[in-house]
């Protein structure tokens, strides 16, 4: 199942549009969600506050935004199964809770202060370290199809999960896949050789995968650089830029790491956060 967070902004109709088409891709049914957070104004359940915006309005709101949401899936992607949830609590409490039982989760990268505030406010900020599933942040700037999606990979087995999705999303989508793997070279040792090295690494890596997809164009990029900077160069000929996340905290990851966190902020395309599961958390199926 492919989740979409909705608050009615321009950003979360692009999200909703990239959720039907990866639901159409994958045969998954698409939930879209939307959350009914009335922390901010003191509202009650019978409708009563402190002078704020009123408990019916809220409840009004969030239907309509979720009409709208399921029109466009449905013009979008009509055999696409839809449902929705109009949720009480906070976005990110509920889309953490929904992650528990999606292979994806989907966001606008800024909102109306619901789902996605600023680019990395306090919900698109959270998410993608709390998921247990890919998380993808959608920008609504319409670009031309690249044909291309590209993921960071470095030398620890963390890498993985992200691997995975970006070979997965490569193969529905019948585009090619560059890896970046990016590094600052230690000055004493012989630039050659490290890159030889790296290299190495980054094939090991690949290994697997390109066993298992023989027919992906897949190309290997090794650059003296750092990661961000890499991957957001590469981010403006790809549709999707595919990073992972070391999570860590009580949920998982109380924060982005420094290189998913930069991706976000600078990638010109949308970007998938991957989390790579905790050791001392038994996996689950998402």
Request: net charge neutral; aromatic share 4%.
């Given at each position: 199942?492919?989740?979409?967070?909705?608050?009615?902004?321009?950003?979360?109709?692009?999200?909703?549009?990239?959720?039907?088409?990866?639901?159409?891709?994958a045969h998954l049914p698409l939930?879209?969600?939307?959350?009914?957070?009335?922390?901010?104004?003191?509202?009650?359940?019978?409708?009563?506050?402190?002078?704020?915006?009123?408990?019916?309005?809220?409840?009004?709101?969030?239907?309509?935004?979720?009409?709208?949401?399921?029109?466009?899936?449905?013009?979008?992607?009509?055999?696409?199964?839809?449902?929705?949830?109009?949720?009480?609590?906070?976005?990110?409490?509920?889309?953490?809770?929904?992650?528990?039982?999606?292979?994806?989760?989907?966001?606008?990268?800024?909102?109306?202060?619901?789902?996605?505030?600023?680019?990395?406010?306090?919900?698109?900020?959270q998410v993608p370290g709390q998921?247990?599933?890919?998380?993808?942040?959608?920008?609504?700037?319409?670009?031309?199809?690249?044909?291309?999606?590209?993921?960071?990979?470095?030398?620890?087995?963390?890498?993985?999960?992200?691997?995975?999705?970006?070979?997965?999303?490569?193969?529905?989508?019948?585009?090619?896949?560059?890896?970046?793997?990016?590094?600052?070279?230690?000055?004493?040792?012989?630039?050659?050789?490290?890159?030889?090295?790296?290299?190495?690494?980054?094939?090991?890596?690949?290994?697997?995968?390109?066993?298992?997809?023989?027919?992906?164009?897949?190309?290997?990029?090794?650059?003296?650089?750092?990661?961000?900077?890499?991957?957001?160069?590469?981010?403006?000929?790809?549709?999707?830029?595919?990073?992972?996340?070391?999570?860590?905290?009580?949920?998982?990851?109380?924060?982005?790491?420094?290189?998913?966190?930069?991706?976000?902020?600078?990638?010109?395309?949308?970007?998938?956060?991957?989390?790579?599961?905790r050791a001392d958390v038994p996996?689950?199926?998402?």
């Amino acid at each position: 199942m492919i989740v979409v967070g909705v608050d009615g902004s321009m950003t979360a109709r692009a999200a909703v549009d990239w959720a039907a088409a990866d639901a159409f891709r994958a045969h998954l049914p698409l939930r879209i969600v939307h959350a009914v957070d009335r922390s901010p104004y003191q509202v009650d359940r019978s409708g009563g506050s402190g002078g704020g915006i009123g408990g019916d309005t809220l409840v009004r709101e969030g239907q309509r935004v979720l009409r709208e949401a399921v029109a466009l899936a449905r013009e979008r992607q009509p055999s696409v199964e839809v449902t929705t949830r109009d949720l009480e609590g906070s976005p990110v409490a509920v889309l953490r809770e929904q992650a528990e039982r999606a292979d994806e989760i989907v966001l606008g990268s800024r909102g109306l202060g619901g789902f996605a505030g600023t680019l990395l406010g306090s919900v698109s900020a959270q998410v993608p370290g709390q998921a247990r599933c890919p998380v993808v942040v959608v920008r609504d700037e319409r670009r031309p199809r690249q044909g291309r999606i590209v993921a960071g990979v470095d030398d620890s087995p963390t890498s993985e999960p992200a691997l995975a999705y970006a070979f997965q999303q490569a193969d529905l989508r019948g585009s090619a896949l560059q890896v970046v793997h990016a590094f600052a070279p230690e000055i004493a040792r012989d630039l050659d050789e490290v890159r030889a090295d790296r290299h190495r690494v980054v094939q090991k890596r690949l290994r697997a995968f390109r066993e298992r997809y023989p027919h992906l164009e897949v190309e290997e990029t090794v650059r003296f650089a750092h990661p961000v900077d890499a991957l957001t160069a590469a981010s403006a000929e790809a549709d999707l830029v595919v990073v992972g996340s070391h999570g860590r905290g009580p949920f998982g990851a109380a924060v982005l790491g420094s290189v998913s966190r930069g991706v976000l902020h600078h990638a010109r395309c949308t970007v998938a956060v991957v989390r790579a599961p905790r050791a001392d958390v038994p996996a689950q199926r998402t």
